[in-house]
């Protein structure tokens, strides 16, 4: 069984299995197939288990214990992609079948080697690190008037 403070709070086996089939693919419901629940209510059983605050615990310390062991964390992440941002940049010939430059005509009349740039990987490459600086947000915008009416009581006297 799984301890998970000083308390020895234990998890049960199918419990403490679903802690490490969840760390496979981050996937709840495919986790609490494999720890064996029933398919027919696995989603709403890996949910629940994700919120027991045990199994929570055992999980961020099993992820935690693991990017210790790989060395991977958010700086390796960050560099990672920066890395792939100033690649994508780099410039690079555009070559033919023989290995030989493709020329192209440039607006002056002469001719130069085609280059081509890595436009969309590095662009995609700026969306995760603007992401993860949560440059981008997801605003909605109103407009228009917004009229209320109050309710009309129409008193009579008899």
């Given at each position: 069984m799984t301890n998970t403070t000083a308390e020895a709070v234990e998890l049960?086996?199918?419990?403490?299995?679903?802690?490490?089939?969840?760390?496979?693919?981050?996937?709840?419901?495919?986790?609490?197939?494999?720890?064996?629940?029933?398919?027919?209510?696995?989603?709403a059983q890996g949910q629940r288990l994700l919120k027991n605050a045990e199994i929570a615990a055992q999980v961020q310390k099993a992820m935690d214990a693991r990017g210790e062991r790989t060395q991977i964390d958010a700086d390796f992440v960050l560099q990672g992609i920066?890395?792939?941002?100033?690649?994508c940049e780099q410039g690079a010939p555009v070559l033919d079948r023989s290995g030989e430059y493709v020329?192209?005509?440039?607006?002056?009349?002469?001719?130069?080697?085609?280059?081509?740039?890595?436009?969309?990987?590095?662009?995609?490459?700026?969306?995760?690190?603007?992401?993860?600086?949560?440059?981008f947000t997801d605003k909605t915008e109103h407009s228009g008037e917004i009229k209320t009416t109050a309710p009309t009581i129409n008193i009579t006297r008899e």
């Open positions: 049960t086996p199918k419990q403490s299995r679903f802690v490490d089939e969840y760390l496979i693919d981050l996937n709840a419901t495919q986790a609490a197939i494999r720890a064996g629940y029933s398919e027919k209510t696995a989603y920066a890395r792939n941002i100033a690649r020329m192209v005509e440039g607006p002056d009349g002469q001719t130069a080697p085609m280059w081509k740039y890595d436009a969309g990987n590095a662009l995609k490459g700026y969306e995760l690190l603007g992401k993860h600086l949560k440059l």
